[in-house]
């Protein structure tokens, strides 16, 4: 069925640290966002990237379509990126715009 | 500030009442949706309006109601509450049935 598979589901850095998140996807999409979601519960945008590269200061993230994946890095990690990483994606073959999300990836920096 | 706005931010309610959520879009966006993050369910969608009409729906239950006004405006109706419907809700817009979606601070709802 259709599946969006986040990776790893939990991550420990200690700050300073490079990290890569990794979003699978069962299916041809038009649409892959990667949000943040703060302790207090805020669902943040980082990324609206179907296709391609972008890079927004210590985060970048890849999306290769073809290949039905999608990573975030975030370098040089400071404690305020910890929280859960979601990606989510909407099927060419889906509903009608409904966004669906993977589980997660929880990330806690460390001082 | 994502420009989506979510009122109210926390309910405390108790099993059996009716609760009603708020969303107002960005401006310019027509098509809003509703999910629901409880603990072990992660984010599921409810449903969606596009322009004032019902275009997708998730697993939302028979108990919940949603509609999106004129002014594009939408509530969410939560009717005989259970223990199990405490969870985070969020709204979400975006321009149309595609494109950037953009989601509000959520309404925290504890039945009790």
């Known amino acids: 069925g259709i599946q969006v598979e986040q990776s790893p589901p939990d991550l420990i850095l200690q700050e300073g640290a490079n990290s890569t998140l990794r979003c699978n996807f069962s299916?041809?999409?038009?649409?892959l966002q990667w949000f943040h979601q703060n302790p207090w519960g805020q669902l943040i945008n980082l990324f609206y990237?179907?296709?391609g590269t972008k890079q927004n200061g210590r985060l970048s993230a890849t999306t290769v379509a073809t290949e039905r994946y999608s990573l975030l890095y975030i370098s040089s990690s400071q404690t305020t990126d910890s929280g859960v990483y979601f990606c989510?994606?909407?099927?060419?073959?889906?509903?009608?715009?409904?966004?669906?999300f993977g589980k997660g990836t929880k990330l806690s920096v460390k001082p | 500030d994502s420009g989506v706005t979510q009122t109210p931010k926390h309910l405390i309610t108790a099993t059996g009442q009716r609760v009603t959520l708020r969303c107002s879009p960005r401006s310019g966006d027509l098509s809003v949706y509703w999910y629901q993050q409880s603990l072990d369910q992660g984010l599921q969608f409810l449903i969606q309006y596009y322009n004032g009409e019902e275009r997708a729906k998730g697993n939302i239950l028979e108990r919940f109601s949603a509609q999106q006004f004129p002014d594009l405006h939408s509530e969410l109706n939560l009717s005989s509450l259970e223990l199990g419907d405490s969870a985070l809700y969020f709204c979400?817009?975006?321009?149309?049935?595609?494109?950037?979606?953009?989601f509000g601070q959520g309404t925290r709802l504890t039945v009790v």
């Open positions: 989510a994606v909407r099927f060419v073959s889906g509903s009608q715009g409904n966004l669906i």
């Open positions: 979400a817009s975006s321009i149309g049935g595609s494109g950037e979606a953009f």
């Open positions: 299916d041809s999409v038009n649409n």
């Open positions: 990237i179907p296709s």
